[in-house]
C-alpha cells in the first residue's frame, strides 16, 4: 500500500474492527437467549474459514519489507509511493550498477541513490 494512504486505510480498518466489535456486543445477549451454546460454533466456524483464506490467498511476507514484497512486485508500485519496484534483474540505483545480488542496500530495504 502507497506510504499516502497507509494512514487512511489504516484508520477505515480500526473503524471497522471497531463497529464489528459493537455489532458482536449487540447481537450476543439475543444469541445466547437463542441458541445457547451453540453460539461458540459462530466464531469457531469464522476462525475455521478466516485461517483457510489467509492460508490459501496471502503470500508469506515474513522477514520482508513493505518494499520487496511480493504484492507490491505483483502490483508494480513501491509502496513508498514514489515510482515503480525495480525487477530482480535491473539495478534500484546508481551504485547498485556493479552488485551481483542487487538487494537494495539501505536500512529501510530501499536505495537511497
Not at 101 to 113: K, L, Q, T, Y
Amino acid at each position: 500500500m502507497q506510504t499516502s494512504i497507509r494512514a487512511k486505510a489504516a484508520g477505515l480498518t480500526t473503524s471497522a474492527s471497531w463497529l464489528a466489535n459493537f455489532m458482536i456486543g449487540q447481537v450476543s445477549p439475543k444469541a445466547w437467549e437463542g441458541i445457547g451454546w451453540r453460539y461458540y460454533l459462530v466464531f469457531t466456524v469464522c476462525s475455521f474459514t478466516n485461517a483457510l483464506f489467509f492460508y490459501f490467498f496471502f503470500p508469506e511476507t515474513k522477514g520482508r519489507t513493505l518494499e520487496v514484497s511480493p504484492v507490491t512486485k505483483s502490483t508494480g508500485i513501491n509502496s513508498a509511493g514514489n515510482g515503480r519496484v525495480p525487477q530482480d534483474d535491473e539495478p534500484h540505483c546508481a551504485s547498485c550498477q556493479g552488485r551481483e545480488d542487487r538487494r537494495p542496500h539501505s536500512r529501510a530495504g530501499v536505495c537511497s541513490g
